[in-house]
């Protein structure tokens, strides 16, 4: 994909104008198709919730497009944190100890935030064009399996969005989601998933 295609500047410009204005996306990341919003926007967050049916108790991750944008949602990125994030060759969602900078209802109860940091070309110039760090969840139901592909999204999910991303509907299903690691501070960390 390409992301100077003129094609793909109005589907991230669309994509962007809507979650400035508090609304949900639908779109591809770096792993699986997602749910968005602007991760600094506690009732757009809510109607994620609301979408996937899903408690506020589990918290969503966000995805950010480089490491200042990440230091700028994150209290403390460890160093051994960075030192993954550039060795990872396949996505990897980090846990931090404390978010900042985003709403509320992003945060898990003990003030902690995952994000993942993406360099996959559509999500990466979408983050890079919002200006900003923007959530992403899987595109179902809560308790349902995820939909690797556009075509497996429930068409409840998609009527619920206020834009539905025109870019990569015909690629072939991701192989899986993000492996998840919780690094806290001083460097301990912990495999949540593979």
Same mark, same amino acid.
């Given at each position: 994909?390409? #992301?100077a *295609?003129?094609?793909?500047? %109005?589907?991230i410009r669309?994509a962007?104008? !809507?979650?400035r204005?508090g609304?949900?996306i639908l779109?591809?990341t770096?792993?699986?198709w997602?749910?968005g919003?602007d991760?600094?926007?506690?009732n757009a967050v809510k109607?994620?919730?609301?979408i996937k049916?899903?408690?506020d108790s589990?918290a969503l991750?966000?995805?950010?497009d ?7 949602? #994150?209290? *403390?990125?460890p160093?051994? %944190?960075?030192?993954?994030i550039?060795?990872? !060759? ?15 209802e992003l945060l898990?109860?003990?003030?902690s ?14 983050c890079?064009a919002?200006r900003?760090?923007?959530v992403?969840?899987s595109?179902?139901i ?5 939909p690797l592909?556009?075509?497996?999204i ?9 834009y539905v991303?025109l870019s990569?509907?015909?690629?072939a299903?991701a192989a899986k989601?993000?492996s998840?690691i919780?690094?806290s501070a001083?460097g ?7």
């Open positions: 994909m390409n #992301v *295609d003129e094609s793909v500047k %109005a589907d669309a962007v104008d !809507v979650m204005r609304g949900v779109y591809p770096d792993t699986i997602g749910l919003c991760a600094r926007n506690g109607r994620v919730y609301e049916r899903r408690t589990k991750i966000t995805l950010v480089s490491l200042p944008m990440l230091d700028a949602t #994150v209290e *403390d990125v160093e051994v %944190a960075e030192q993954l550039e060795a990872a !060759v396949e996505p990897v969602t980090i846990i931090y100890d404390r978010g900042r900078n985003v709403a509320p898990a109860d003990d003030g935030l995952g994000v993942r940091l993406t360099r996959e070309p559509f999500s990466a110039a979408l890079r919002f900003g760090p923007v992403s969840t595109a179902n809560s308790g349902e399996p995820a592909d556009f075509a497996s429930p068409d409840e999910i998609k009527a619920a969005v206020d991303c990569r509907r015909d690629e299903p989601a993000s998840i919780k690094i001083g301990l960390f912990k495999i949540i998933r593979k």
